[in-house]
Nanobody, 122 residues
Framework: QVQLVESGGGLVQPGGSLRLSCAAS????????MGWFRQAPGKEREFVAV????????YYADSVKGRFAISRDNAKNTVYLQMNSLKPEDTAVFYC???????????????WGQGTQVTVSS
């Protein structure tokens, strides 16, 4: 069982930055690939980024590549999403999730956080 709690969301101006954090419970955090997903109003949940169990591999959606960076600290049971050059279209609820498989498919993720709101607006 893995429990995930996101933090770090908020209101930011276009071009600004935010860092999201996701704290995980349990002693098996390093056994899971960790992903970030987002859901904008009226839209389906979409993949943002994934990081492998050790942190050696990362993969991003084209829409965030070069602007967002996913990282993890297995000693702190935490995964991060650094978001730079934010755009209004990044406005969404952001979720972290844990999977036994390194994947961009939300169906492979068995554990989800409650989400944190990110709003990009002037």
């Amino acid at each position: 069982q893995v429990q995930l709690v996101e933090s770090g969301g908020g209101l930011v101006q276009p071009g600004g930055s935010l860092r999201l954090s996701c704290a995980a419970s349990g002693r098996t955090f390093s056994s899971y690939a960790m992903g970030w997903f987002r859901q904008a109003p009226g839209k389906e949940r979409e993949f943002v980024a994934v990081i492998s169990e050790s942190g050696a591999m990362t993969y991003y959606a084209d829409s965030v590549k070069g602007r967002f960076a996913i990282s993890r600290d297995n000693a702190k049971n935490t995964v991060y999403l650094q978001m730079n050059s934010l755009k209004p279209e990044d406005t969404a609820v952001f979720y972290c999730a844990a999977s036994r498989i390194y994947s961009s498919n939300s169906g492979n993720y068995g554990y989800w956080g409650q989400g944190t709101q990110v709003t990009v607006s002037s």
